[in-house]
């Protein structure tokens, strides 16, 4: 093979990396997304055990928490 074709065999091969490396990110952000709306869902019922864990907190405050927490943790 020429030079030239060996440039474009391996940009063909960075562009295809790259897409599926794309493809991958959308999905784990997608993922992501699903579980901190349903994170959002379970702290905005106000359910009896986080409301009276923090006090009776807002949503929002409860939300802070949480996720304060969960990067404290990790």
């Known amino acids: 093979m020429s ?3 060996d440039e474009i065999a391996k940009l063909d091969k ?10 991958i990110c959308k999905q784990r952000k997608e993922r992501l997304n699903n579980t901190t709306q349903i994170i959002d869902e379970i ?3 106000g359910s009896g055990t986080i409301c009276t864990a923090n006090g009776g ?5 409860r939300r802070k928490l949480y ?7 990790a």
Not at 14 to 23: A, M, V
Not at 57 to 61: I, T, Y
């Open 3 to 5: 030079c030239w074709a």
């Open 67 to 73: 996720y304060d927490h969960i990067f404290l943790v």
């Open 43 to 45: 702290l905005s019922e």
């Open 14 to 23: 960075k562009i295809s990396d790259l897409r599926e490396y794309d493809k």
């Open 57 to 61: 907190l807002p949503p929002a405050a």
